[in-house]
């Protein structure tokens, strides 16, 4: 009996086996759950079909997020194919691939800044509401991914840092809004993972050698690491927390400086 046996999840945001969100559907199938997975365009159709049947899935839905249309035809299938669930994950933002490279001030348009943060911080609020109904009377909970840059400037992160700090305050209003129902939002803000998403950034390949230098763990997080923070997180183990930014970073974020290992000692 795994932590989240009995329970359903809706994992939205699987492009490829690399990511993350494909990391937390491997720990929560480990962990009991059954799970209805969406792609975000139809090149992807072929490829999240696959993985979801390798975990047992036979639900795999079309969903662009800026669409809600589709949010609603997903969740009104949801609703005919399980009536209720229990998880929503929610791992997706796109920005523009100008806007996450050169400077801030120069690369942040009007559009950039609108797309950013409509496909990866307002998409939060609307699965949540299209969710909530079907949670409703059970211990839903629905987990968002998150990153440093919303608190931190990073090179080349530009408007997503903006996108990811809206983000991180619609995890606190929706966990406000929904607790009351015993519906709990968190999110993970996880350390840097080689996705098709993380490509875009520009110089992303040096943001993985700086933590896998610096960080107290000295490694980079591993889609298992972040897996199975998620199951937590999601299964009645993590019943009290709600609201919560947790980091699943190797402790980066808690580090004001570090000497990377040829300068130590
Ligand atoms: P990924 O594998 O490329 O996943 C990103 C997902 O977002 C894809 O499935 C993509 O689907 C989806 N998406 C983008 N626009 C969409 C739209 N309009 N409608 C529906 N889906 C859309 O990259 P990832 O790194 O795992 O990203 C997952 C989450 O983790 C993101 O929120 C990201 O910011 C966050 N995160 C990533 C890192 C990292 O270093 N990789 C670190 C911290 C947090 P399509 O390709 O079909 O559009």
């Known amino acids: 009996m795994g932590i989240l046996s009995g329970?359903?999840?809706?994992?939205?945001?699987?492009?490829?086996?690399?990511?993350?969100?494909?990391?937390?559907?491997?720990a929560m199938h480990a962990q009991g759950a059954e799970l209805a997975f969406t792609y975000g365009h139809e090149k992807l159709k072929d490829r999240v079909e696959p993985l979801a049947a390798s975990v047992g899935s036979q639900i795999v839905l079309p969903l662009d997020v800026t669409v809600d249309a589709q949010i609603d035809a997903v969740f009104a299938e949801l609703t005919s194919r399980w009536g209720h669930f229990d998880i929503l994950v929610h791992a997706v933002a796109f920005a523009p691939r100008e806007a996450l490279a050169g400077d801030f001030v120069e690369s942040t348009s009007r559009e950039a800044f609108r797309i950013a943060h409509d496909v990866s911080s307002y998409s939060l609020t609307a699965l949540s509401r299209a969710a909530a109904p079907l949670m409703?009377?059970?211990?839903?909970?629905?987990?968002?991914?998150?990153?440093l840059g919303a608190v931190r400037s990073i090179p080349a992160y530009n408007v997503m840092g903006l996108a990811k700090a809206s983000l991180e305050a619609n995890v606190r209003f929706l966990?406000?809004?929904?607790?009351?129902?015993?519906?709990?939002?968190?999110?993970?803000?996880a350390g840097p993972v080689k996705t098709l998403a993380a490509a875009g950034i520009a110089g992303f390949r040096k943001m993985l050698a700086q933590v896998a230098q610096t960080a107290p763990l000295r490694r980079n997080v591993s889609l298992e690491d972040i897996g199975n923070a998620a199951a937590f997180l999601c299964s009645d183990m993590g019943?009290?927390?709600?609201?919560?930014?947790l980091?699943?970073?190797?402790?980066?974020?808690?580090?004001?400086?570090?000497?990377?290992p040829a300068t130590e000692g």
């Open 7 to 26: 329970k359903r999840a809706l994992i939205v945001g699987v492009a490829t086996d690399r990511s993350i969100a494909w990391g937390i559907a491997q």
């Open 136 to 147: 409703a009377g059970r211990a839903g909970a629905i987990l968002t991914l998150s990153y």
């Open 239 to 245: 019943g009290g927390i709600t609201g919560e930014i």
């Open 247 to 260: 980091y699943v970073d190797n402790g980066f974020s808690h580090v004001g400086m570090s000497f990377p």
């Open 175 to 189: 966990a406000a809004d929904l607790g009351p129902k015993g519906i709990r939002v968190n999110a993970i803000s």
